[in-house]
């Protein structure tokens, strides 16, 4: 996924506008200090910045909020659907497919109030997430005028 985002190959929605701003930005991704700043992954600012600037610090805290949505989701997912607790050694269109029916079968059982327990017996620590080592590389001067817009 790393190398066609690199590539520009992976097919993510077009650029657009910023709400309040006429100039296109990019999508990008959401992450930690871990990773590299780059044009399509918007990470936080150092702390040091941050603690300093109001503005750098409400940017990390709407940016931490977000990166928990998306980790809370993807955590209900995994307590409930065993394909998650490993990789996804499959096509990419075939883990395109399994991601969408375990979203979609989760809002079913929600909305049906099913009392059908599919969790799985397996131990809770068996997750296909695996730690990603600390990168302190600086991000390139695109990377950080798109996280100024943002």
Known sequence: MGKRL??????????????????????????????ALKPYLMKPFPRRLSRSDTRLDNYNYRLCRARRVVENAFGILTKKWRVYKGPIEVKEETTKKIVLATCILHNYLRVNNSDVDITSDEDESSSGFSQIEDNNRRGTNESLRIREKF
């Open 6 to 35: 690199e590539a520009g190959t992976l097919n993510v929605p077009q650029n657009a506008p910023l709400p309040g701003q006429g100039e296109d930005t990019p999508m990008v991704l959401i992450g930690d200090e871990a990773f």
